[in-house]
Antibody, heavy 115, light 113 residues
Framework: EVQVVESGGGLVQPGGSLKLSCATSGFTFSGSVMHWVRQTSGKGLEWVGRIRTKANSYATAYVGAVEGRFIISRDDSKNTAYLQMNSLKIEDTAVYYC??????WGQGTLVTVSS | DIVMTQSPDSLAVSLGERATINCKSSQSVLQSSNNKNFLAWYQQKPGQPPKLIINWASTRESGVSDRFSGSGSGTDFTLTISSLQAEDVAVYYCQQYYSTPLTFGQGTKVEIK
C-alpha cells in the first residue's frame, strides 16, 4: 500500500522559512516524479512544483508565484521529498500536499504565514 | 501559463439526474504526436485530498464508477456524472498537465437539489 505523509507545517512570520517533508513508502520512490500542490482555505488548488528522477537529472519546475523562493529536493535513500520555503508571504498560507506521479496524495500539512 | 476555466462554479442536481461540468483551456492540451489530451479531472470531498478520477481527458481511473465520463479535445472538455448519487457531492477540478506550470480550474461544487 502506498503511503504519503507530509510534515513540517506550522506558523511562521512573513519573511521566514520552513521546510516540509514528504515521507513515502509502498512504491519505488526513486522512479517517481514528485509534486507539491497547495490549497488555500476554502479555495482551489495550485500546483507548486515538481522534481524529476535521477535519470532526468532531478530537474525541477515551479509555478511563477514561488520561483526563486521555494526549492524542491529529494533523498532517494530515505524515500522522502522536501519543499524548502523561503521569504514566505502571507499568501503562501495553505495546506501543502505532496503527490506521486501516480497521483497518490498525502493528507497535507498546514502552513500559516502570519505576524 | 495555460489558464483553465470551469463552468459553472456550482450546480445543484437532483438525485439520479445528470450533472455536467465544463472546462476550457486557454491553449490546446492535445499532443499531436500521440493524439493524447493532457487533461485530468479530480474529485475532492471535504477534509480529503483530491482524488484523480479521469486522466487523458476520458480514461477513468481504476475503481471509479462508470457514472463518471470525460469527453472533449483540444481546448474544450466535459465531465459528466450520468446519474448523480449522494456520494458524488464534492468539488470537481480539471487540470492540464501538458506543460509546466501544471494548472487547475477554479473548481465546480456539485450539490444535491
Amino acid at each position: 500500500e502506498v503511503q504519503v505523509v507530509e510534515s513540517g507545517g506550522g506558523l511562521v512570520q512573513p519573511g521566514g522559512s520552513l521546510k516540509l517533508s514528504c515521507a513515502t513508502s509502498g512504491f519505488t520512490f526513486s522512479g517517481s516524479v514528485m509534486h507539491w500542490v497547495r490549497q488555500t482555505s476554502g479555495k482551489g488548488l495550485e500546483w507548486v512544483g515538481r522534481i524529476r528522477t535521477k535519470a532526468n537529472s532531478y530537474a525541477t519546475a515551479y509555478v511563477g508565484a514561488v520561483e526563486g523562493r521555494f526549492i524542491i529536493s529529494r533523498d532517494d535513500s530515505k524515500n522522502t521529498a522536501y519543499l524548502q520555503m523561503n521569504s514566505l508571504k502571507i499568501e503562501d498560507t495553505a495546506v501543502y500536499y505532496c503527490t506521486t506521479q501516480n497521483d497518490d496524495w498525502g493528507q497535507g500539512t498546514l502552513v500559516t504565514v502570519s505576524s | 501559463d495555460i489558464v483553465m476555466t470551469q463552468s459553472p462554479d456550482s450546480l445543484a442536481v437532483s438525485l439520479g439526474e445528470r450533472a455536467t461540468i465544463n472546462c476550457k483551456s486557454s491553449q490546446s492540451v492535445l499532443q499531436s504526436s500521440n493524439n493524447k489530451n493532457f487533461l485530468a479531472w479530480y474529485q475532492q470531498k471535504p477534509g480529503q485530498p483530491p482524488k484523480l478520477i479521469i486522466n487523458w481527458a476520458s480514461t477513468r481511473e481504476s475503481g471509479v464508477s462508470d457514472r463518471f465520463s470525460g469527453s472533449g479535445s483540444g481546448t474544450d472538455f466535459t465531465l459528466t456524472i450520468s446519474s448523480l448519487q449522494a456520494e458524488d457531492v464534492a468539488v470537481y477540478y480539471c487540470q492540464q498537465y501538458y506543460s509546466t506550470p501544471l494548472t487547475f480550474g477554479q473548481g465546480t461544487k456539485v450539490e444535491i437539489k
